[in-house]
């Protein structure tokens, strides 16, 4: 994997990339179904101009995600401090728990959730993570642990190889409710996405290995069942939105 960012990478990659079935592969983590391209573009390695006049003949998603890109450089035109505050300002002002031993058990995939410790496990492995994770990695560290959503910013900034200060700090307002979008208040469940986006868990037992003779439910539900041999849940997801939501209100 780490093959994937050697110089030249991305022309191959431009080449033999399906864009036409993104639309269906790109939620799948499990799948090699997004483009990848994002440390060319963020170094500037490969030209936003070039590569939309190419995927526009292919894939009306795939121009849709670009189309976020520049909303969110928008925004930072907009708002030049959103790197740090919240954009929406009933959202400013709240009192983040930033338990220290939660912190460090997310930043070292320990949490007892598969999905999340994956993520982070892919994210230390290749300094990348698939967007669908990183959604629920961020919603977990904001919703579930109480974390203040700087601290995860700071965490991406350090381990993504694709980082750009823009897109991070719009997805991670994005994912913690407090940034553009209209949706008051977006729960991810984890136990709900993975079911839903890695079903068979070929994500989970790819960065987790010593999970791979477990039950695909089983993973997915690590407060149901104790999955042997593995971390216990270091919060219980249902308690902690109930109190998040108390948190916000
Ligand atoms: C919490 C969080 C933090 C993120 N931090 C970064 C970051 O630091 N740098 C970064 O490049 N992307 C970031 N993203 C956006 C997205 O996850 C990545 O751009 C994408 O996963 C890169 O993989 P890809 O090139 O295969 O994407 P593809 O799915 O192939 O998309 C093609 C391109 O579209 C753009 N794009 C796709 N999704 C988004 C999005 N949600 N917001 C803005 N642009 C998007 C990217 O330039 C991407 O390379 C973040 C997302 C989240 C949820």
Redesign the pocket.
């Given at each position: 994997m780490a093959d994937m960012w050697r110089a030249g990478w991305h022309t191959h990659r431009l080449q033999f990339f399906d864009f036409r079935k993104?639309a269906v592969t790109?939620d799948y983590p499990y799948l090699d179904g997004?483009?990848?391209?994002?440390?060319y573009?963020?170094l500037g390695i490969l030209s936003?101009r070039d590569?939309f006049n190419y995927a526009v003949e292919f894939s009306e998603e795939?121009v849709r995600?670009?189309a976020?890109?520049e909303?969110?450089y928008y925004l930072k035109n907009k708002y030049p401090w959103m790197r740090n505050m919240e954009i929406k300002s009933r959202m400013r002002n709240i009192r983040w728990e930033n338990d220290e031993y939660l912190i460090n058990a997310f930043k070292e995939g320990k949490t007892g959730y598969p999905i999340v410790d994956a993520g982070i496990r892919q994210l230390k492995s290749e300094r990348?993570?698939?967007?669908r994770v990183?959604?629920i990695?961020?919603n977990f560290l904001v919703k579930d642990l109480h974390v203040d959503w700087r601290i995860?910013?700071d965490f991406?900034?350090k381990n993504?190889i694709?980082?750009?200060?823009t897109?991070?700090v719009?997805?991670?307002q994005?994912?913690a409710s407090v940034g553009v979008d209209p949706l008051p208040l977006r729960v991810f469940n984890p136990m709900r996405q993975a079911e839903k986006y890695d079903p068979l868990c070929e994500y989970i037992k790819k960065y987790i290995p010593e999970l791979r003779d477990l039950d695909h439910k089983e993973l997915h539900d690590p407060l149901k069942y104790r999955l042997k041999g593995y971390y216990e849940p270091i919060v219980n997801h249902y308690e902690r939105i109930k109190k998040f939501k108390e948190m916000i209100s």
């Amino acid at each position: 994997m780490a093959d994937m960012w050697r110089a030249g990478w991305h022309t191959h990659r431009l080449q033999f990339f399906d864009f036409r079935k993104y639309a269906v592969t790109r939620d799948y983590p499990y799948l090699d179904g997004t483009s990848k391209l994002s440390p060319y573009i963020s170094l500037g390695i490969l030209s936003i101009r070039d590569l939309f006049n190419y995927a526009v003949e292919f894939s009306e998603e795939f121009v849709r995600q670009l189309a976020w890109r520049e909303f969110y450089y928008y925004l930072k035109n907009k708002y030049p401090w959103m790197r740090n505050m919240e954009i929406k300002s009933r959202m400013r002002n709240i009192r983040w728990e930033n338990d220290e031993y939660l912190i460090n058990a997310f930043k070292e995939g320990k949490t007892g959730y598969p999905i999340v410790d994956a993520g982070i496990r892919q994210l230390k492995s290749e300094r990348w993570m698939h967007n669908r994770v990183r959604l629920i990695v961020a919603n977990f560290l904001v919703k579930d642990l109480h974390v203040d959503w700087r601290i995860g910013e700071d965490f991406f900034k350090k381990n993504l190889i694709d980082y750009d200060e823009t897109l991070n700090v719009g997805n991670w307002q994005w994912s913690a409710s407090v940034g553009v979008d209209p949706l008051p208040l977006r729960v991810f469940n984890p136990m709900r996405q993975a079911e839903k986006y890695d079903p068979l868990c070929e994500y989970i037992k790819k960065y987790i290995p010593e999970l791979r003779d477990l039950d695909h439910k089983e993973l997915h539900d690590p407060l149901k069942y104790r999955l042997k041999g593995y971390y216990e849940p270091i919060v219980n997801h249902y308690e902690r939105i109930k109190k998040f939501k108390e948190m916000i209100s």
